[in-house]
């Protein structure tokens, strides 16, 4: 783990999670209702190794994530996938449950989108489901005025990573 140096609201600092953090990320998935794995995954399981398989580089993907941690355990994860070359990248943000609701996940879509833009990115991606109010509200924070197109129950939308963040 590679702290950022940033502090958020509580005892939650921001670090940049390595390949050896394996058990960090397994902790943070078992700490995930059904609901939350499903609104984050679109899915109603997903198994640790394909969680923490998400999260890291292979032939076609760059990915980078920045996390919350409280109390030595992840609470929180924003992460971005992109294909090799490309400027824009899909990014995703979990919450742990007991930490959601309480200012996480606007300091982390903003650190992501600075180590984002300082790689070359110049957008997110997103999909969010419709019912999916607290992301949707997160949506609204990060990129004022952003609007969803919705197709089958899922908003989705291209954020210039150029929002006024802090």
Not at 117 to 127: C, D, E, N, R
Request: contains cysteine; hydrophobic residues 45%.
């Amino acid at each position: 783990m590679i702290a950022l140096g940033l502090e958020l609201q509580g005892q939650a600092a921001l670090a940049c999670l390595e390949e050896s953090d394996a058990e960090l990320i397994d902790g943070l998935l078992a700490r995930l209702s059904p609901t939350s794995v499903y609104r984050r995954f679109f899915s109603p399981a997903i198994r640790a190794d394909q969680f923490r398989a998400s999260l890291l580089t292979s032939e076609q993907y760059e990915r980078d994530s920045v996390a919350a941690l409280e109390g030595g355990e992840v609470v929180g994860l924003a992460q971005y996938s992109r294909r090799k070359g490309s400027s824009e990248a899909d990014m995703a943000i979990v919450i742990a449950d007991a930490r959601q609701q309480q200012g996480l996940g606007t300091p982390l879509v903003a650190a992501l989108a600075d180590r984002a833009a300082a790689g070359g990115i110049t957008a997110f991606a997103v999909s969010i489901q419709g019912d999916n109010f607290a992301a949707i509200r997160l949506l609204q924070r990060v990129a004022p005025g952003t609007r969803l197109n919705f197709s089958g129950g899922v908003g989705e939308a291209v954020i210039p990573l150029q929002w006024p963040h802090e």
